[in-house]
């Protein structure tokens, strides 16, 4: 199975960047559709970003689409997630997620093994 552990969280000012990072080990990034997800407390853990095998198929949720982007380097066995133009409504911890699913994955049962998450705070 795999491990992924989070890093790059940060507190940031609204309209700021950050790239989030998730190193994966024991196997192979390739073997994984991967997805980010994100939950602050009293909340459930909400959607945010998933990407095919190779790269080539992305799919996002309405609140991030055109500020956040997904990426993989399967041979640096990396995820990223790069976040622009954040909003405070953007605080949360961020989970990345590996799936062994070969179809569209945008729920939480979709996925198989997630790491600890990494802390975004965004200030007014």
């Known amino acids: 199975q795999v491990q992924l552990v989070e890093s790059g969280g940060a507190l940031v000012q609204a309209g700021d960047s950050l790239r989030l990072s998730c190193a994966a080990s024991g196997r192979t990034l390739g073997t994984y559709r991967m997805g980010w997800f994100r939950q602050v407390p009293g909340k459930e853990r909400e959607f945010v970003a998933t990407?095919?095998?190779?790269?080539?198929?992305?799919h996002y949720a309405d609140s991030v689409k055109g500020r956040f982007t997904i990426s993989r380097d399967n041979a640096k066995n990396t995820l990223y997630l790069q976040l622009n133009n954040l909003k405070p409504e953007d605080t949360s911890v961020y989970y990345c997620?590996?799936?062994?699913?070969?179809?569209?994955?945008?729920?939480?049962?979709?996925?198989?093994?997630w790491g600890r998450g990494a802390q975004v705070t965004v200030s007014t």
């Open positions: 997620a590996a799936s062994l699913s070969f179809l569209l994955a945008t729920t939480l049962d979709a996925y198989n093994y």
């Open positions: 990407i095919s095998r190779n790269g080539m198929i992305t």
